[in-house]
């Protein structure tokens, strides 16, 4: 099978995974009541009513946000040369989390230019640069992965100190935040949200030599050649932004940046990461309209949390992974 064929199947399955979160709900539209709606022909006001002001923007967020974090988890996985690697793992998430809970908590910032997004980026931003002065003294990226991790517990102890002091009145806000949610972008949102995923993926592509090389070691990338420093600070600078605005939007989303990667690369076989990043774009943002799907079917208990929905998707995909890695290495 050709990448072409499966670049075709993945935008089949964008595509029937879009028109299931459209028509399928707690309220079912028709295919024909669908085409009315979104052609502006439709007599049903209640179906164009549920389509553009709730599935619509839902479906939307799903696809950035999916397409965000895949590719920022192929990032961080390559940069580092460790698939288990990812945006939380490296306490990325959890420094735009720090950011956002000062914000919803506290109401540090509030009334000022100093919002949620760039409160999250800072976080995010500074818990990076972190990571990056680390992998100085760090002598294997296994090492680096560990530290990541710690630092990320870390911040999550700030944030859960500043849920006990916080404001209490806010904090169910902070707390549904906090299990994550397609559904909270409008369409003032979606503005912000999709011009940032599109310039964190757009970032991407002065780098695609480096993410290639750099597979092959620093040494081997020098000699082609390659600013590894700068291209480390693009690809890593892309992968925080991109995993900043999807945490601010919509909340943690747990291992979709994980899994999505090693999707790709089991359907593609290759490590080139001009073929590897539209796909994990695209087989993110298809899982994630999915997951967005399933969660918000009609259950006794509501709407369901996202990451449990996310969490049965993806750690099969890193069981795997493990299973793989040790058998090659046994090899």
Not at 174 to 185: D, T
Not at 297 to 319: C, D, E, K, M, R
Request: overall charge positive.
């Amino acid at each position: 099978m050709s990448n072409t064929i499966r670049f075709l199947l993945l935008i089949v399955g964008l595509l029937c995974a879009g028109l299931l979160s459209l028509a399928v709900g707690s309220v079912t539209i028709s295919l024909q009541d669908l085409w009315n709606a979104l052609t502006g022909s439709s007599s049903d006001n209640v179906a164009s009513m549920i389509l553009w002001q709730m599935r619509i923007p839902r479906a939307l967020t799903a696809v950035f946000a999916g397409a965000g974090l895949s590719v920022a988890g192929l990032l961080m996985q390559t940069v580092f040369r460790n698939q288990l690697a990812g945006p939380y793992m490296l306490g990325v998430s959890s420094g735009a989390g720090l950011g956002v809970a000062l914000v919803m908590l506290i109401g540090f910032g509030t009334g000022t230019w100093f919002g949620p997004v760039v409160a999250a980026t800072i976080g995010a931003g500074l818990v990076m640069t972190l990571v990056l002065w680390l992998a100085r003294f760090c002598r294997s990226s296994v090492s680096l992965l560990i530290l990541g991790m710690m630092i990320g517990y870390l911040v999550d102890s700030m944030v859960s100190l500043l849920i006990h002091f916080g404001d209490p009145t806010r904090l169910q806000a902070f707390v549904n935040w906090g299990f994550g949610s397609f559904g909270r972008a409008n369409w003032s949102d979606l503005r912000i949200l999709g011009t940032v995923v599109l310039v964190g993926l757009f970032l991407t592509v002065p780098a695609l030599k480096y993410l290639n090389a750099i597979l092959l070691g620093e040494s081997a990338a020098q000699s082609l050649g390659i600013s590894v420093r700068r291209n480390r600070i693009i690809a890593l600078g892309a992968a925080s932004l991109l995993a900043a605005v999807v945490t601010v939007y919509c909340g943690p989303i747990g291992f979709l940046g994980l899994a999505v990667p090693h999707l790709a690369r089991g359907m593609f076989r290759t490590a080139n990461h001009r073929i590897l990043l539209p796909a994990s774009a695209l087989c993110g943002a298809g899982l994630a309209l999915l997951a967005g799907w399933v969660a918000n079917l009609p259950t006794q208990g509501g709407v369901l949390p996202l990451n449990s929905v996310t969490a049965l998707i993806g750690v099969p995909v890193v069981f795997w992974a493990l299973l793989k890695g040790r058998g090659q290495t046994d090899e």
